[in-house]
């Protein structure tokens, strides 16, 4: 017994080795971040201030690459291909759950085919009118579309982006029925509530903060737990009758599953020492965010409680599977 205990004991140590000698000397070289989105977008922005903040306690560079298309699954599933040695990251949003929960046929599994390495920043959407709307507040909005014959429409920056899902998530805990209009990105939405052709829109704080500013649109509510620290006036959606409502949109680093743990600590330390950067909280604060790390068992937390609460909505909502 005590001769296969020291056997078995043994055969740990061995397959450890490999972990513990790719970990030391890392890194030696550029690590990559790849992200799904447009560059100068949400997303490549937050990659870019905390890479460039990281850099300072890696001491190698971190360069930004965007692998768009498909909601970002093009660059997660590129991520989840490349080898374990954390030398290729990806800058992961809400859209990876979503995801998840609309893509039928997903070259990788979201949850278990990469290893979590800190979330980065949290940040709402908005619920946005046009300036001389005639509703006031959310619960005027919602009023009109319980009215007999109403034919009220949202818009969005496209189907299955975390946004529509929102969308969604409204009507089915408001219980009020609204119809989705979806758009070529949030730009393109934009453009359709101020020429008319739909009464509200979700979009993020960044892409609409413009127009807000220039009174332009005018926001009804923000879709976040609490108000949101730069438009503190701005009431909840749950504070305006909706119990239970709340999306909000996060940010986050992941590695390959397999990378070694040295090199995940070693990594969400990096992400953790970035966000006590002044600069770089108030960065991530001027593109509607509120920087928030994790450790990485919270982060697999989050990712999985987020693909359950998606899958519901998906199937609730008869969303046809991508």
């Given at each position: 017994?005590q001769r296969?205990?020291?056997?078995?004991?043994?055969?740990?140590?061995?397959?450890?080795?490999?972990?513990?000698?790719?970990?030391?000397?890392?890194?030696d070289?550029?690590?990559?971040i790849?992200?799904?989105?447009?560059?100068?977008?949400?997303?490549?922005?937050i990659?870019r201030?905390?890479?460039?903040?990281?850099?300072?306690?890696?001491?190698?560079?971190?360069?930004?690459?965007?692998?768009?298309?498909?909601?970002?699954?093009?660059?997660?599933?590129?991520?989840a291909?490349?080898?374990?040695?954390?030398?290729?990251?990806?800058?992961?949003?809400?859209?990876?759950?979503?995801?998840?929960?609309?893509?039928?046929?997903l070259?990788?599994?979201?949850v278990?085919?990469?290893?979590?390495?800190?979330?980065?920043?949290?940040?709402?959407?908005?619920?946005?009118?046009r300036?001389?709307?005639?509703?006031?507040?959310?619960q005027?909005?919602?009023?009109?579309a319980r009215?007999?014959?109403?034919?009220?429409?949202?818009?969005?920056?496209?189907?299955?982006?975390?946004?529509?899902?929102?969308?969604?998530?409204?009507?089915?805990t408001?219980?009020v029925p609204?119809?989705?209009?979806?758009y070529?990105?949030?730009?393109?939405?934009?453009?359709a509530?101020?020429?008319?052709?739909?009464?509200?829109?979700i979009?993020?704080?960044?892409a609409?903060?413009?127009?807000?500013?220039?009174?332009?649109?005018?926001?009804?509510?923000?879709?976040?737990?609490?108000r949101?620290?730069?438009?503190?006036?701005?009431?909840?959606?749950?504070?305006?009758?909706?119990?239970g409502?709340?999306?909000?949109?996060?940010a986050?680093?992941?590695?390959?599953?397999?990378?070694?743990r040295?090199?995940?600590?070693q990594?969400?330390?990096?992400v953790?020492?970035?966000?006590?950067?002044?600069?770089?909280?108030?960065r991530?604060?001027?593109?509607?965010?509120?920087a928030?790390?994790?450790?990485?068992?919270?982060?697999?937390?989050?990712?999985?409680?987020?693909?359950r609460?998606?899958?519901?909505?998906?199937?609730?909502?008869?969303?046809?599977?991508?």
């Amino acid at each position: 017994m005590q001769r296969r205990d020291f056997l078995a004991a043994g055969l740990s140590l061995a397959c450890a080795v490999p972990s513990i000698s790719r970990a030391q000397g890392y890194p030696d070289r550029p690590i990559r971040i790849l992200q799904g989105f447009a560059a100068g977008g949400n997303a490549d922005t937050i990659a870019r201030v905390v890479g460039n903040e990281m850099t300072k306690s890696l001491g190698q560079p971190l360069v930004v690459e965007a692998q768009t298309g498909a909601g970002g699954t093009i660059a997660s599933a590129a991520v989840a291909r490349a080898k374990p040695d954390g030398y290729t990251l990806l800058l992961a949003t809400g859209g990876h759950a979503v995801a998840g929960a609309l893509y039928s046929k997903l070259s990788y599994q979201t949850v278990s085919d990469f290893e979590m390495i800190s979330t980065i920043t949290f940040f709402p959407f908005l619920i946005v009118v046009r300036a001389d709307s005639p509703y006031a507040s959310l619960q005027d909005l919602l009023k009109a579309a319980r009215a007999p014959g109403a034919n009220i429409s949202y818009g969005t920056a496209g189907i299955g982006s975390t946004h529509h899902l929102a969308g969604e998530l409204l009507v089915k805990t408001a219980g009020v029925p609204m119809l989705h209009v979806p758009y070529r990105g949030d730009a393109a939405s934009i453009t359709a509530i101020l020429s008319g052709e739909v009464p509200f829109i979700i979009s993020p704080p960044t892409a609409v903060m413009g127009n807000l500013k220039a009174g332009k649109l005018r926001a009804l509510a923000t879709t976040g737990p609490r108000r949101w620290s730069q438009m503190p006036q701005l009431p909840t959606v749950q504070e305006q009758g909706v119990a239970g409502y709340e999306v909000t949109s996060w940010a986050g680093l992941m590695a390959p599953a397999g990378t070694p743990r040295p090199i995940v600590e070693q990594l969400n330390a990096a992400v953790q020492k970035s966000l006590e950067s002044a600069q770089v909280r108030a960065r991530l604060e001027d593109i509607g965010g509120e920087a928030r790390g994790s450790t990485p068992e919270e982060m697999r937390q989050l990712v999985q409680n987020e693909l359950r609460k998606w899958t519901t909505v998906v199937n609730e909502a008869h969303i046809p599977k991508q």
